[in-house]
Nanobody
Framework: DVQLVESGGDSGQAGGSLRLSCAAS????????MAWFRQSPGKEREGVAR???????RYADSVKGRFTISKDNAKDTLYLQMDSLKPEDTAMYFC???????????????????WGQGTQVTVS
């Protein structure tokens, strides 16, 4: 099993930056792909960014050029650096792990078998 704990969510101003962290524990070496998703009230959960175990990275068009996903394997921690924040980035952000296969587009909720509890980001 893999346990995921997000942190770093906060309230911020448009144009500002935040960095989210996701601490992984358990059988982390079995994760082929890790990702960030987000969900706003009344909307479906959407993929933001993902990183495969081979380092391949993909971003949603809505965050491309503003967000950066990275992973520190020594610390078993996934990060999401969010710059040039917009009010539409307001959402609960979730970390997810896929221990079954590498991720291929599109970034899809059913592909991930482990999830964190989420961390709230509010941009005004």
């Amino acid at each position: 099993d893999v346990q995921l704990v997000e942190s770093g969510g906060d309230s911020g101003q448009a144009g500002g930056s935040l960095r989210l962290s996701c601490a992984a524990s358990g059988s982390t070496q079995s994760s082929y792909c890790m990702a960030w998703f987000r969900q706003s009230p009344g909307k479906e959960r959407e993929g933001v960014a993902r990183i495969n175990s081979d380092g391949n990275i993909r971003y949603a068009d809505s965050v491309k050029g503003r967000f950066t996903i990275s992973k520190d394997n020594a610390k078993d921690t996934l990060y999401l650096q969010m710059d040039s924040l917009k009010p539409e980035d307001t959402a609960m952000y979730f970390c997810a792990a896929n221990t079954q296969t590498v991720c291929v587009p599109p970034l899809s909720v059913p592909d991930f078998n482990y999830w964190g509890q989420g961390t709230q980001v509010t941009v005004s």
